[in-house]
Structures are given as structure tokens and as C-alpha cells.
């Protein structure tokens, strides 16, 4: 199993460009997680999917943030126009369902930086 | 909602020593409580997990300890080594989805 699979690895953009994060579940899993981490905020939860269907947004900054699981083996979150202040990791994770006490395997995370 | 606490936010031991790192949650529906390593620019990884139903759990030199009344959970390191050190993150999850502590930076001196 190659486990969680996100892109880019790095990504540098320029204040205002769109910013496309992409992650490929592990097969199987059912609920899909988009976390921010930062120094100063340390692992924020962003959004989850469950089924493919987006089940709580309420950790999305703002309207710039959207994501969106058009099939149970592709994510993508996308930021436009993006911000100095979206630097950060992205890390997506999966489980095999979200509740009853299933681990979360996270992806090698898209380290973001906006100039 | 739920909110979970993690101290310290450092700690230094010294290799063989112990360490011992202490988190609180708010919400009793909470009732699964995992513990992640971060390494240096690497992902969080699962290290040993505890569900609502059980007070202890040990796997080789790490232990985890819950206290439901207190709604508290300890992550134990006996015989510490220079590549425990890391980032550890303590979470729980019940009605929500996994909340993660604020996360301790653990340094293991040689």
C-alpha cells in the first residue's frame, strides 16, 4: 500500500495566484481530512469527507478555501487568490471511517509558501 | 466542541530517562485517544493508541494511561533514546473528529 499521496511536495506562489493541493486517499478509506498546520496554530482541522461527501467546513478560513472529493480516490483543496498568511503545511489523512476509534494515516504533507 | 490541552510544550530528558507527557479533553463523549510523532519535516505518525474502554496500554517502552473520571491521558517514554525525539501530538475524538493538542517538543540529550 503507498499510503496517503499528495501534490505537489512544495509549492511557491506569488500573493493573488490560485493554489491547487491535491491528495489520493489510501484505497479503501472512507472519510478523507484536510489539516493546516502552523507554528503558531499547530494542526488545524479543515475539512472532512465522509463518502466523498464534505460532512464539516467550519475549520476553512475563509471563502478563499474550497475543497472539494469528486470520486472516493481524489481531493483537492484549492485557495484563491492565495495570501502570505496561507503559508503552511497542508496535510490530507484518511481512515477507513471517521469515528469508532479509526486511526488517520496522513500523507507527507504540501509545504506552501506564498510570497 | 471539543478542546484538548498538552504540557509541557518542551521537554528535555536525559537518554535513559523517562518522559511523560500530559493531555486534557473537555468533552466525556470523547472516547478515542491516539498519539502522533512528528519527526522534522515529516508527517505525523501514529505511535499508540487508547479507546474509552480500556485504562492502560503499553508497547514496549510506551505507555499510554487514561483517566476518564478526570477526563486526562498520559503518553509514557521509558529508556529514552536520541531518535525519540520529536514533536508528539495527543488527540481524542467522540461526537467530532480528532482534535489534536498544541503538540510537545520532546529533546532526547545523548
Known amino acids: 500500500d503507498a499510503g496517503v499521496i499528495q501534490s505537489p511536495r512544495h509549492e511557491v506562489t506569488e500573493m493573488g495566484q490560485e493554489v491547487t493541493l491535491r491528495c489520493k486517499p489510501i484505497?479503501?478509506?472512507?472519510?478523507l481530512f484536510w489539516y493546516r498546520q502552523t507554528m503558531m496554530r499547530g494542526l488545524e482541522l479543515l475539512i472532512y469527507?465522509?463518502?466523498?461527501?464534505?460532512?464539516?467546513d467550519s475549520g476553512m478560513p475563509e471563502d478563499r478555501f474550497s475543497a472539494k472529493m469528486p470520486n472516493a480516490s481524489f481531493s483537492t483543496l484549492k485557495i484563491q487568490p492565495s495570501e502570505p498568511r496561507d503559508s503552511a503545511v497542508y496535510f490530507c489523512?484518511?481512515?477507513?471511517?471517521?469515528?469508532?476509534?479509526?486511526?488517520?494515516?496522513f500523507g507527507p504533507g504540501t509545504r506552501l509558501l506564498v510570497l | 466542541g471539543e478542546n484538548v490541552e498538552q504540557h509541557p510544550s518542551t521537554l528535555s530528558v536525559q537518554e535513559g530517562d523517562s518522559a511523560v507527557i500530559k493531555c486534557t479533553y473537555s468533552?466525556?463523549?470523547?472516547?478515542?485517544f491516539p498519539w502522533y510523532k512528528q519527526e522534522l519535516g515529516k508527517r505525523p505518525q501514529l505511535i499508540i493508541d487508547?479507546?474509552?474502554?480500556?485504562g492502560e496500554k503499553k508497547d514496549q517502552r510506551i505507555a499510554v494511561t487514561l483517566n476518564k473520571t478526570a477526563k486526562h491521558f498520559s503518553l509514557h517514554i521509558t529508556e529514552t533514546q536520541p531518535e525519540d525525539s520529536a514533536v508528539y501530538f495527543c488527540?481524542?475524538?467522540?461526537?467530532?473528529?480528532?482534535?489534536f493538542g498544541k503538540g510537545t517538543r520532546l529533546s532526547v540529550i545523548a
Open positions: 489523512a484518511s481512515s477507513p471511517r471517521r469515528g469508532q476509534g479509526k486511526t488517520q494515516y
Open positions: 484505497s479503501g478509506h472512507n472519510s
Open positions: 469527507f465522509n463518502n466523498n461527501v464534505p460532512i464539516d
Open positions: 488527540a481524542a475524538e467522540g461526537n467530532t473528529p480528532l482534535v
Open positions: 468533552d466525556s463523549a470523547s472516547n478515542y
Open positions: 487508547i479507546r474509552s474502554n480500556v
